[in-house]
């Protein structure tokens, strides 16, 4: 991955720059679906039916989760704020569709 330095009024900030459907396609789509639209074993949320708000909220309280006992959790659990950042942007054109 790339990182870029940003200015900020408090200074330099560095910030990964993550390509959302790279790391959607790598991370998501086998339980999600390429369009969003799929629930795997019934269980994975249809993305195309969700606010941004509410995958932000989820990736974010996945990482509060102590003791993530499945793969997915692990990988939910150690999202790094760009990233959540670029899976939100990029499920965001599920909706769209």
């Not at 679906?33 to 249809?46: M, N, S, V, Y």
């Not at 899976?87 to 569709?97: C, M």
Request: charged residues 25%.
């Amino acid at each position: 991955m790339t990182a870029i330095c940003l200015l900020s009024p408090s200074g330099p900030v560095a910030q990964e720059a993550v390509d959302g459907r790279r790391f959607y396609d790598e991370a998501c789509a086998g339980c999600h679906g390429r369009q969003g639209r799929e629930t795997a074993r019934g269980r994975a949320r249809p993305l195309d039916t969700l606010s941004a708000e509410a995958v932000r909220g989820y990736l974010l309280a996945a990482r509060a989760v102590e003791a993530p006992a499945r793969p997915y959790q692990r990988l939910k659990k150690g999202l790094s704020d760009a990233e959540i950042e670029a899976l939100v942007n990029y499920a965001a054109q599920f909706r769209e569709h």
